[in-house]
Structures are given as C-alpha cells and as structure tokens.
C-alpha cells in the first residue's frame, strides 16, 4: 500500500501512483512508482501504451525501441516492448503491432506478415508495384530504379 508522508502527528497517503518511505515527513517525499510519471508530492500518471518506466521517481516514461510497439499502460519494464513481426519496422515509442510496416524490399498489411517482393515488381511501405511494360526486377526490389528494360 501507499506509505504516506507526516503532516504533525497522522500520516497522510500520499497522491495516487507514488508512494514514500518510512519517516516521510514531506509531502514531496512522495514519489512516482515504477510505470508512473510525474513530479514529487503529486499525483502520478500511467506511462502511456508504447512506453515504460523502471525506477521510481520523477523521471520520464522511455519510448518502446524502433522495431518494438507495446500496447500496455503503466509498464515498468522494455520487456513489455515486444517485437515487431519478421522484416517489418516501427517507430520508438508505437503502440500496436499494426505500427509495424515491412521494410524496403517486402510487402505485406501493417503488423505483418511481410513477403518478399517478387520478380517484375519494387516493394516499399509495405505496398507492392509492378515494374512498368518491357522492364524487369530481381525479387527483393525495393525502388522504381531497380525495374530496368528488358534486353
């Protein structure tokens, strides 16, 4: 439970999502747990989806990783951050797994599975394009450049 600080002889719980030590006799002894943010002696908030918080404190939430998302609120851990599916990507600090678009070079719908592009066509965001007529590409194109004439 939430330990409090001491105003004269009773002691007071201290703001929702932080807790004090024993012989707290300040109301900034108060700090945020581990998952929650915000300033000493006052209420502390969740760390929001795609961040985390290890150490108790009025430090900031870290953003999830690139190439990692999570969906959980209040995480006091990056193993929460899961990672994103075979060859696709994301931003630091996404939320969902459909933040996760297939790299350069695959295609697939947002949160996978992404597929390498095949022969005739380029792939980039996770869309597919085909090569123009009388041109050619290798599997694993990733721009319009890589479709070239047919001999």
Not at 140 to 148: F, I, Y
Request: charged share 15%; hydrophobic share 20%.
């Amino acid at each position: 439970g939430a330990r409090g600080a001491v105003s004269g002889s009773t002691c007071e719980g201290c703001p929702g999502g932080s807790s004090s030590g024993p012989g707290s006799d300040e109301i900034t002894d108060c700090v945020c747990n581990v998952g929650f943010t915000g300033r000493n002696g006052t209420t502390c908030v969740e760390c929001r989806m795609g961040t985390y918080k290890a150490e108790t404190g009025p430090a900031g939430c870290e953003p999830c990783g690139a190439g990692t998302y999570s969906g959980a609120t209040g995480a006091s851990s990056s193993s929460t951050c899961e990672d994103c599916p075979a060859f696709s990507d994301s931003n630091g600090g996404s939320q969902a797994v459909t933040d996760c678009v297939c790299i350069p070079g695959y295609s697939g719908p947002l949160g996978g599975p992404c597929e390498e592009c095949g022969a005739g066509s380029w792939c980039d965001g996770g869309e597919s394009y085909s090569c123009l007529a009388h041109s050619h590409s290798g599997a694993g194109s990733s721009e319009r450049e890589e479709c070239v004439c047919n001999a």
